[in-house]
C-alpha cells in the first residue's frame, strides 16, 4: 500500500517567492498532519485536520503560512512569501482516526519536503 | 508547553554493542512512542507504551514506561549498522491526537 506521499521531495527557492508543499494522505485515513523538522527546533507540529477540518493550527509560525484540506486526500502547505529561516524539513502524516495513540491510532509520516530558501 | 528531552543527544557505538537512551519530561504523559528516522526519511513508530511500569519488546530492541509516567527508555541490543538514524521519544498532547517529539538521539554504529 502506498505511503503518505509529499511533493516536491527537494525545492530551493529565493527569498520571496511563494512556496507550495504538496501532501497526500494514506487512503481511508481521516486526520492531517503538517509537521516541521529543524535543527534547532526538532519537530514541531504546525497544523493538524480532522475530517479535512483544521483542528489546531497554534503551531502555524505566522500568516505567510497557510494550510489547505480541499478533499481527504490532498493538502497543501503554503509560505508566501518565503524567508531564509523557513529552511527546514516539512512532514505531512496521517493517521487512520482522530483518536490518540492509546486508542491503538499510529500516525504515519511522509519522506518530508526539504526546503531551502536561499 | 510540554518538553521532552532525550539523552545522550547522540551516541557513537561499535557494531554489536548494546545501546540505551532515555527520555524525560516535564510533564505526564498516559502514552510513549518511539521512534526512529532514518536518514533522509520520516520517522516511524518502532513501540508504543501505554501503561506506567509496561515493559515492551520488538525484536531486539525493548522499551519501558516509567512508574511516574515522565520518562521512558529505549535500549537496543547487539546493534547493527542499519541502526543508525534519530530515535525520538513521543507523547500525544492531552486530549488530542498530534504528538510532542523529544529531541532526538543520534545513533551512529561503526562497522
Known amino acids: 500500500d502506498a505511503g503518505v506521499i509529499q511533493s516536491p521531495r527537494h525545492e530551493v527557492t529565493e527569498m520571496g517567492q511563494e512556496v507550495t508543499l504538496r501532501c497526500k494522505p494514506i487512503s481511508g485515513h481521516n486526520s492531517l498532519f503538517w509537521y516541521r523538522q529543524t535543527m534547532m527546533r526538532g519537530l514541531e507540529l504546525l497544523i493538524y485536520?480532522?475530517?479535512?477540518?483544521?483542528?489546531?493550527d497554534s503551531g502555524m509560525p505566522e500568516d505567510r503560512f497557510s494550510a489547505k484540506m480541499p478533499n481527504a486526500s490532498f493538502s497543501t502547505l503554503k509560505i508566501q512569501p518565503s524567508e531564509p529561516r523557513d529552511s527546514a524539513v516539512y512532514f505531512c502524516?496521517?493517521?487512520?482516526?482522530?483518536?490518540?495513540?492509546?486508542?491503538?491510532?499510529?500516525?504515519?509520516f511522509g519522506e518530508g519536503s526539504w526546503l531551502t530558501v536561499v | 508547553g510540554q518538553q521532552l528531552n532525550q539523552s545522550p543527544q547522540s551516541m557513537f557505538i561499535q557494531e554489536g554493542e548494546d545501546v540505551s537512551m532515555n527520555c524525560t519530561s516535564s510533564?505526564?504523559?498516559?502514552?510513549w512512542l518511539w521512534y526512529k528516522q532514518d536518514p533522509g526519511e520520516g520517522p516511524v513508530l518502532l513501540i508504543a507504551?501505554?501503561?506506567?511500569?509496561e515493559l515492551t519488546s520488538n525484536g531486539r530492541l525493548t522499551a519501558q514506561f516509567g512508574i511516574t509516567r515522565k520518562d521512558s527508555f529505549l535500549n537496543i541490543s547487539a546493534s547493527i549498522p542499519s541502526d543508525v538514524g534519530i530515535y525520538f521519544c513521543?507523547?500525544?498532547?492531552?486530549?488530542?491526537?498530534?504528538?510532542?517529539f523529544g529531541t532526538g538521539t543520534r545513533l551512529t554504529v561503526i562497522p
Open positions: 510533564s505526564i504523559f498516559n502514552t
Open positions: 513521543a507523547g500525544p498532547k492531552t486530549g488530542a491526537n498530534n504528538l510532542f
Open positions: 502524516a496521517s493517521s487512520l482516526r482522530s483518536g490518540g495513540p492509546e486508542q491503538g491510532n499510529t500516525i504515519y
Open positions: 485536520f480532522n475530517n479535512n477540518v483544521p483542528i489546531d
Open positions: 507504551l501505554y501503561k506506567a511500569g
